[in-house]
């Protein structure tokens, strides 16, 4: 059974860094496309960030250049650092397996 488990979230103040980690299980992770998504209150799930098996990714127009995804095959980890965080990127943060979900983890930024 797949199963995802996000953490890493909390409240940081504008221009700060948080790094998200998901842990995966129930499946062999390094075949697959993982993904980044977020859920802003009042919004649609959108996507932040993927990255293939292959290792290469692919970030949402927003955060190009402040967030990096990355994984690790060999822990079935996958990770998402976030820089220079504004306060529109406040949101529950989720790990995406094809149609699976972890709960997500909160992120504020606030000052």
């Known amino acids: 059974q797949v ?4 953490s890493g979230g ?3 103040q504008p221009g700060g860094s948080l790094r998200l980690s998901c842990a995966a299980s129930g499946f062999i992770m ?6 980044w998504y977020r ?4 919004k649609e799930r959108e996507l932040v960030a ?9 970030y949402a127009d927003s955060v190009k250049g402040r967030f990096t995804v990355s994984r ?7 990770y998402l650092e976030m820089n220079s965080l504004k306060p529109e990127d406040t949101a529950v943060y989720y790990c995406n397996i094809n149609a699976n979900w972890g ?9």
């Not at 390094?30 to 993904?35: Q, V």
């Not at 993927?50 to 692919?58: V, Y």
């Open 3 to 6: 199963r995802l488990v996000e």
């Open 10 to 12: 909390g409240l940081v």
């Open 30 to 35: 390094r075949l697959y496309t993982m993904g």
């Open 39 to 42: 859920e802003g209150l009042g």
């Open 50 to 58: 993927t990255i293939t098996s292959a290792k290469s990714t692919n």
């Open 72 to 78: 690790d095959n060999v822990k079935n980890m996958v």
């Open 103 to 111: 709960p997500g983890t909160q992120v504020t930024v606030s000052s």
